[in-house]
């Protein structure tokens, strides 16, 4: 696999797009062949070569190592090809692989130094060459590794007469220096000796900042400090301080040398400009706002984006420029930092209502002392949805818990994420951690609920393969031994890609709700009976009415044709004799009472007396024979006359009757209601 991999980095994708002949097929075979040869002599070139080879891609991981740079690292091959450059990089201020990719892009190979740290978490310095290689749309970065710890080691003062070089006590004042040394400085030998290291670079430095330096050069590890000019430009020179283990010359041992080189070729100051410019262009193009601040307080710098949330911080404390404080703030990181603890919190800055995520490291080995480098993340819209998602899983949470019904959502590997309270008590899991476990790691919580949960778990697999809502009833133990049967619903939910994001379970104990319905069907049985029985005595009684008024009717035609009979009989024997008795000699009363007997003969069978004999309507014998001459037309004078009562005497009665009637209050009078309600005929 690995040859492949090489081959297509350096010789391309030789796989065949189109048919070809024999002849161009044999011309391939030689083609391939030879560049097999080739791969195959690069191969051995690169694992026997005796400086460090590595190929890495774009991203900084490793590709390919071979054994020399192995051993260098005192990593396995194996192990390297697992990691990236950077992750054994020694630097706090490393640029991103990117960044070197775009200077690499330009300038297609460049050389720098840089520390690593070994697997054994010692040091070693290396002079790195990158060189860019493109095969069609892949591409990899050569670098060669040369070991520059062992190559300083071993020069001496003559193959470094060029460099200033001096050798120090343990307080780092100088105690012998070279020719080189004292004309750099314009003094002769006995001015500068026991004068500070410090003093003869061309930036000052602080000894706290070369103190960690030189106090490895006592286990035999050459150590380098770059000083870096204010000002970069390309003409202009920056010094780099090198220590090497100290030695015993002319019987007195050294605590260290100390090298201070000036390097004034252009291209040694490109490469370090290229440095300088990868570490700006990474601060500066961060989306996060970064500074640099010191043990005093003093902000030494701040990227753009601290700019343009705080304004430029010249010549201003940090307490002031980031809080408007006289002095430092209460929960100010410097002890903690300064002392080698990174440090991160969280900040609250008032003024401009954000919340920042404050990481703080100490960044070693600057020419100003020790300083610690701040980065500010803001992340205010993450806590605004933070809160926001916390206000509503709080109404989420109350909506669920007012429920009577068991209510769970579980994520997609089916652990549960939230349950109401229903749940937990009937589950018996409340007071356990429950967020995060499935069913089978919940029993171990609860080992009493194994048959309540395997029922209530048993048909997840069926809802994720039909994606759809799925409703069940399931018996489940309840919590007092008896069986109770619940409404199960269960909802899955996806993403995009079809994967599973969520699953809604909800049980309804509807135990008690069938039991009503199961009586309630009963009941409706038992009426359904009833109202048979019921119907078929109607239908029983329906008949026995057709029966009766059958009856009834022929009673009527019988009576009624009696009531002919008697009339027949009467117009036969009595009305003959009433006709010649009129014709007789007779007063107006005698007449009148002729024609009230006449009148009374005719109605002979009709129910009008009858009717008005009522018990219900208590009338006197006086009121109904009024009331039978009031039927007839008789007014109250005629009345009064042909009974001998006194007129006031027969309203007093006509009166009583209206009221008997109940008609006391309606628009009738007392003849029309007589002669509509109690007609001969009804």
């Known amino acids: 696999m690995r040859n492949l991999e090489f081959h297509a980095h350096f010789f391309g994708d030789c796989r065949m797009s189109t048919a070809l002949s024999y002849d161009e097929l044999a011309h391939r075979i030689t083609e391939l062949e030879l560049q097999n040869k080739a791969l195959q002599k690069y191969k051995v070139s690169f694992q026997t070569a005796n400086i460090g080879l590595a190929l890495i891609n774009t991203e900084g991981t490793f590709l390919e190592v071979n054994a020399s740079l192995c051993a260098d690292l005192r990593y396995s091959e194996e192990e390297l090809l697992q990691i990236k450059l950077s992750t054994i990089e020694h630097s706090m201020l490393?640029?991103?692989p990117?960044?070197?990719?775009?200077l690499l892009q330009n300038k297609r190979s460049f050389s720098y130094e840089a520390t690593y740290r070994r697997k054994d978490s010692s040091e070693v310095s290396f002079k790195l060459t990158t060189s860019i290689l493109q095969q069609g749309n892949e591409t990899t970065i050569l670098i060669v590794f040369r070991d520059i710890s062992s190559?300083?080691?071993k020069k001496d003062f003559s193959s470094i007469a060029h460099n200033s070089r001096s050798t120090t006590d343990e307080n780092f004042s100088c105690q012998r220096v070279n020719t080189n040394f004292c004309e750099k400085q314009g003094k002769k030998q006995d001015e500068r000796v026991t004068h500070s290291v410090s003093e003869l670079a061309k930036n000052k430095i602080s000894i706290p900042t070369i103190k960690p330096r030189a106090d490895k050069s006592l286990s035999d590890a050459v150590c380098r400090y770059p000083l870096w000019p204010d000002d970069f430009s390309v003409d202009q020179g920056y010094n780099n301080i090198a220590f090497q283990p100290g030695q015993q010359t002319d019987k007195i041992t050294d605590n260290g040398v100390s090298i201070i080189r000036d390097l004034p070729d252009k291209e040694l100051t490109k490469e370090a400009k290229i440095k300088h410019l990868v570490l700006t262009h990474t601060l500066e193009n961060t989306a996060n706002a970064v500074y640099v601040v010191n043990k005093t307080y003093d902000v030494l710098y701040s990227n753009s984006v601290m700019k343009k949330l705080f304004g430029e911080p010249t010549h201003r404390k940090c307490y002031t420029h980031?809080?408007?404080?006289?002095?430092?703030?209460?929960?100010?990181?410097?002890?903690?930092?300064?002392?080698?603890t990174p440090v991160q919190w969280e900040w609250r800055d008032e003024r401009n209502n954000k919340v920042y995520?404050?990481?703080?490291?100490?960044?070693?080995?600057t020419e100003r002392g020790p300083t610690k480098i701040v980065r500010l993340v803001d992340i205010t819209d993450q806590r605004n949805f933070e809160n926001e998602a916390r206000a509503h899983n709080e109404l989420l949470t109350t909506l669920i818990n007012a429920s009577p019904d068991i209510i769970v959502f579980k994520d997609g590997n089916e652990r549960w994420l939230q349950a109401n309270e229903t749940a937990l008590s009937f589950f018996r899991l409340i007071g356990n951690s429950y967020k995060g476990k499935t069913e089978s790691q919940l029993l171990k919580c609860n080992t009493l609920c194994h048959e309540k949960f395997f029922a209530y778990a048993e048909s997840n697999n069926k809802t994720w393969e039909e994606g759809k809502l799925l409703r069940e009833e399931k018996i489940i133990p309840g919590p007092k031994g008896d069986n109770r049967i619940f409404d199960i619903i269960k909802v899955p939910f996806f993403r995009a890609d079809g994967s599973r994001k969520g699953l809604m379970v909800r049980g309804r104990d509807i135990t008690e709700h069938l039991a009503i319905k199961l009586r309630l069907s009963q009941?409706?049985?038992?009426?359904?009976?009833?109202?048979?029985?019921l119907q078929k005595q109607n239908k029983e009684i329906e008949e026995v009415n057709i029966a009766f008024r059958i009856v009834l009717n022929n009673q009527k035609r019988t009576t009624e044709d009696i009531q002919q009979n008697i009339l027949a009989q009467l117009e036969k024997t009595i009305f003959p004799y009433i006709r010649l008795l009129r014709k007789s000699t007779l007063n107006n009363i005698e007449i009148e009472y002729l024609d009230i007997l006449t009148e009374h003969l005719y109605s002979l069978g009709t129910s009008f007396i009858k009717r008005l004999s009522n018990s219900n309507l208590r009338l006197t014998k006086k009121e109904i024979l009024i009331a039978d001459l009031v039927r007839q037309g008789k007014n109250t004078k005629d009345i009064s006359r042909l009974l001998s009562l006194q007129p006031r005497s027969v309203e007093a009665y006509r009166n009583k009757i209206r009221k008997k009637l109940n008609i006391n209050n309606k628009k009738v009078t007392l003849k029309q209601y007589l002669q509509s309600t109690f007609t001969c005929e009804s």
Do not use: M
Request: net charge negative; charged share 25%; with cysteine.
């Open 98 to 102: 990117k960044h070197h990719f775009d």
């Open 523 to 533: 009941e409706i049985t038992c009426s359904q009976q009833y109202f048979d029985i």
């Open 151 to 153: 190559h300083e080691q």
């Open 94 to 96: 490393r640029a991103e």
């Open 322 to 340: 980031f809080s408007g404080a006289t002095k430092p703030c209460p929960w100010c990181k410097n002890d903690a930092v300064f002392s080698g």
């Open 357 to 365: 995520i404050v990481s703080e490291s100490l960044l070693e080995d």
